[in-house]
């Protein structure tokens, strides 16, 4: 069985096309699936337009968020419900076509248990393109991971991994990375991509940079150790012109020339331990959400038709 869930963020336009060429494509599969699609606190009409399809797609699951909870959340709750042997993770804006689908499925079927899959002739701004290059390339630096494009969600995942990743219980992360982390034979091969159908891109540039600070973070402590190792040297170096100057006291005299210099050296100092405190707090938050009781997402209600039912059941926990 195949499960393919999509996270929605305000997509009215986007959701009638992207399920016709789904549902399309995955027939064509000649194997049972479902698509899971989460609605992330939208506040246009996404939600209505996913329960009208709803009614004539029996394999649709629709789970409503209470409140916007971001793409990463919206993917772990779909991990949470899907049943399939393999899981596909999709953007609902199809800049991934749906029909590159059977190609990660042939993968499955050769026993690969990861699919990832890269953009050729990616269509974003200049902006997103080089910055996301940038950030694989620190990340290629700092952990063991190996991927070509880490941004790129059109993804499928063995059941195993699946159950890993909901063990773990790791909020906030990176999920191509930290699923990653739980494979055993990994592949990537190359997509088209396109730009947005409708809307558009949910992150800006705050939402990117934490994004990005997540994966560095929650992949490797290199930041931390290089931060050790630079605060080290540099303790190292203020030691020396500290016996340099003492010396020069003792031998030449007092100096005031050097005032402005010595506040270069004090502002860089300064401003390294503040980018230390920072880094350190990176982790300290990380490990604050890890222990917090606080649920990563809460789920207002789940739609599901029963099977060979009519019925669409309204599942709620908290509500
Ligand atoms: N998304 C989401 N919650 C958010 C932001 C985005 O569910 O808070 C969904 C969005 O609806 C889309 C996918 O995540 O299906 C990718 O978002 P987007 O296309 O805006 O990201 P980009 O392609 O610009 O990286
Ligand atoms: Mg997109």
């Known amino acids: 069985m195949i499960s393919v869930i999509i996270p929605i963020f305000n997509e009215e336009g986007n959701i009638t096309v992207l399920l016709k060429r789904l549902t399309t494509t995955l027939s064509s599969c000649r194997k049972n ?5 989460i609605n992330d606190g939208s506040i246009d009409g996404s939600l209505a337009l996913l329960l009208e399809c709803q009614k004539s797609m029996p394999f649709l699951v629709v789970v409503d968020f209470y409140r916007n909870f971001g793409q990463h959340m919206a993917i772990l709750a779909g991990f949470e419900h899907a049943k399939g042997d393999v899981v596909i993770t ?8 749906p029909e590159a689908i059977p190609n990660l499925i ?64 790791d909020p906030c992360t990176f999920i191509p990375a930290l699923a990653h982390q739980f ?3 990994t592949i990537e091969i190359p997509i088209d991509h396109f730009e947005r159908h409708s809307g558009e891109s949910k992150y800006n540039l705050y939402r990117l940079i934490r994004l990005n600070f997540d994966l560095i973070t929650g992949t490797s402590l290199v930041p931390l150790q290089l931060f050790t190792i630079c605060g080290g040297f540099l303790s190292l170096m203020s030691t020396v012109l500290v016996v340099y100057l003492l010396a020069r006291r003792l031998f030449i005299g007092p100096e005031v020339e050097g005032v402005f210099t010595l506040f270069a050296i004090m502002f860089f100092l300064i401003s390294f331990l ?5 880094i350190a707090g990176e982790y300290v938050g990380r490990i604050f959400l890890n222990i917090s009781k606080k649920p990563h997402y809460i789920v207002k209600r789940v739609y599901k038709k029963l099977d060979g039912e009519e019925k669409i059941i309204k599942l709620s926990k908290d509500f």
């Not at 699936?33 to 699609?37: A, K, L």
């Not at 999709?90 to 076509?97: R, V």
């Not at 503040?274 to 920072?278: D, K, L, N, W, Y």
Request: one cysteine or more; hydrophobic letters at 35%; aromatic letters at 12%.
């Open 33 to 37: 699936f479902e698509i899971i699609c």
């Open 90 to 97: 999709i953007d609902a804006d199809l800049q991934n076509p």
């Open 106 to 169: 042939e993968k499955f079927d050769q026993g690969y248990d990861y699919i990832g899959t890269f953009r050729h002739h990616r269509k974003d701004s200049f902006f997103r393109t080089y910055a996301s290059k940038m950030i694989n390339w620190i990340r290629e630096k700092t952990s063991h991971i190996r991927m070509v494009d880490q941004g790129c969600m059109l993804r499928a995942y063995g059941r195993h991994i699946i159950t890993q990743i909901i063990k773990t219980n």
């Open 183 to 185: 494979a055993t034979r």
């Open 274 to 278: 503040i980018m230390g405190v920072g």
